[in-house]
């Protein structure tokens, strides 16, 4: 095999495939070359996610993540009818069940309208029990842009479609990055060449970063979500997406229920703090990932400004009936037979020295590369536009 690229993309989830499609797209000359350390693609923050199609409720108007999450929502859609991929645009409502609450759908819905969202509807209980019967509450926003979607199944047709493009670009799974110094790449499967890379690593975008870029201001730290699922019994409770008001102090949007493309009807995620990068257990641990988390400024500050909700996530993660009381605040006729555990999922959260959250995309360009260094929710959404976007920057900076 030729181990001479034109590009590399390290890293194959969701953005790191979106972007090398893209790219192939826009040039389909280049030679591509894709590396997943995993034996299949999207099997981190791309596989275990919610599976929601994101509207751009929630996002800061005119920042990335609000403008990539608009305009990728529309081309992911036309993607998946494209490319028969499984998915609905059923919609969801956001439950409020304090007065408080009440008074914030009404921001939610402005914040979102400036976000180009049209059909916003502010729902009394009877109108938002005639779409979730047994959701409970004082009033309810609809937001009709939301769906469900396989983003591991978009990810891999993503894939087949660079290879399509041209046969010389490459997308190697079991292949992890060892080391990179002047465009030379050593990998778990040898040594290849390439112009320029691309890093979308996800959980790892400020480790592969750390020997290019001298001075991060901010690490990744992990924060694991678990998931429960509704028995088959009690499936009929809930027809597509029930979501809580969001707590505006945290980028975590509560614990809510999701319709999966395969029928299952999935509660969660909460979040806590993990002690391994990619621990999707309860006790996974690897010592340095738990060292560079709690020796971080930022992670500690984190901690001791937000205790309290910090030590109720923990609280639900180690207790099925607390889990359920807080699901119950929405469904309050699910019991503790109608639930059971089921899957977890990691989140990369940037944070600053100062124990801020970096709640935008990040995207830091060198000489030779680009580092997507910060792509959380909804970036799996964004993920096409996204891709226009390190495409573009690719353009320039590569001069292709």
Known sequence: MNNT???????????????AYKLQTKFP????????????????????????LHSGLYYKPNSLKANNCVKGRQQLVNYAIENNINHDVCGKIVVAITDDQCDYLHKLKSNGEKNNLSGLKILSKKEFQSIEPYADGLSALWVPQSGIINYEDVTNSLARNIVSLNKKSKILTKCKLLNYSNQNLQTSRGEFFTKHIIFCGGL???????????????????????????KNNAKH??????????????????????????GDIECGPNAVFTFKREGYNKTAFNLKDTFQALSFS????????????????????????LFL?????MLPSLTMNDIIEHRSGVRAM????????????????????????NAPSPAATACLSIGDYITNEAKIQFKL
Request: glycine share 8%; charged share 25%.
């Open 5 to 19: 690229f034109d590009i590399a993309i390290v890293g194959g989830g969701i953005v790191g495939l979106a972007t």
């Open 325 to 329: 009381k807080e699901l119950r605040k």
């Open 350 to 373: 940037a944070l600053s020295k100062d124990g801020s959250i970096i709640d935008d995309f990040k995207v830091i360009k060198t000489k030779n590369n680009i580092h997507v260094l």
């Open 29 to 52: 000359k280049l030679k591509l070359l894709v590396l997943e350390k995993e034996s299949k693609l999207a099997q981190h923050q791309t596989g275990r996610n919610s599976g929601v």
């Open 298 to 321: 930022g992670t500690r500050k984190l901690f001791i400004n937000n205790w309290k909700f910090g030590l109720n996530e923990y609280s639900r993660a180690f207790s099925k009936f």
């Open 204 to 230: 790892f975008s400020d480790r592969l970063a750390s020997s290019e870029i001298k001075s991060l201001d901010f690490q990744i730290v992990g924060f694991r979500g678990d998931y429960f699922k509704l």
């Open 237 to 262: 409770m809930v027809k597509n997406l029930i979501y809580p008001v969001p707590n505006p102090k945290f980028p975590f949007l509560g614990v809510h229920f999701t319709r999966m493309t395969n």
